[in-house]
């Protein structure tokens, strides 16, 4: 049984650029939630995707999107990077939308 | 929305003595509530959980009490070890009662275990 496998691990963005952050679920998982966290804080949650629909979003602008492909792997989308989106983002898959999550590594984004 | 206080935000323990974390949410319709511990370089790993018709639950040297009343909810480590060095975070959840809202965790803001030899 794979875990839950987020690309790239780390990377540097310059303000105003747009990224892309990729996740692979756990097997058999078909929910993925995507989570914000800052350096020396908790997590914080974006949205959550259930079987390729939104299921759920956190207190983040329209620039933070999202997909879930057919084979339950997801993307974040963030566009018009800001200073403070540097922090470590984290993917989290589940079966359906019960309270088990698996936690990915994270990628660690830094923006300049 | 709820709001999740985790406390202390540090914690020193001299090897093999217990360590305990406390958390206290407000969302009373929370009932799912998670334990992660956090090393370095690396995501949460789910380390115990309880559900808000349980009032302790028990793995080996940890456990995790519940008070509904007091919204509050708390972690012990017994026998605690060097490699129990790491950030722990509380978090809690509505689970399954809204699905419209996802399963989101709300986490409290940490705290940071180190197990002295």
């Known amino acids: 049984e794979t875990g839950v496998t987020q690309s790239p691990t780390h990377l540097i963005k310059t303000r105003g650029q747009q990224v892309t952050l990729r996740c692979s679920s756990q097997?058999?998982?078909?929910?993925v939630s995507w989570y914000q966290q800052a350096l020396g804080q908790g997590p914080q949650f974006i949205f959550q995707y259930y079987r390729e629909e939104e299921n759920g979003r956190g207190n983040f602008p329209p620039r933070f999107s999202g997909l879930q492909f057919p084979n339950y792997s997801s993307e974040l989308n963030v566009n018009a990077l800001e200073l403070d989106d540097s922090a470590l983002y984290l993917c989290?898959?589940?079966?359906?939308?019960?309270?088990?999550?698996?936690f990915g590594s994270g990628t660690r984004l830094t923006v300049v | 929305g709820e709001n999740v206080e985790q406390h202390p935000s540090t914690l020193s323990v001299q090897e093999g003595d217990s360590a305990v974390i406390k958390c206290t949410y407000s969302?009373?319709?929370?009932?799912?509530f998670p334990w992660y511990k956090q090393e370095l370089g690396k995501g949460p790993q789910l380390i115990i959980d309880?559900?808000?018709?349980?009032g302790e639950k028990k793995d080996q040297r940890i456990a995790v009490t519940l008070n509904k009343t007091a919204k509050h909810f708390s972690l012990h480590i017994t026998e605690t070890q060097p490699e129990d060095s790491a950030v722990y975070f509380c978090a809690a959840s509505k689970g399954r009662m809204i699905k419209a809202a996802g399963n989101k965790l709300t986490f409290g803001g940490g705290t940071r275990v180190l197990v002295k030899p």
């Open positions: 309880i559900r808000s018709n349980v």
């Open positions: 989290a898959s589940s079966l359906d939308w019960e309270d088990g999550y698996t």
């Open positions: 969302d009373s319709a929370s009932n799912y």
């Open positions: 097997s058999g998982h078909n929910t």
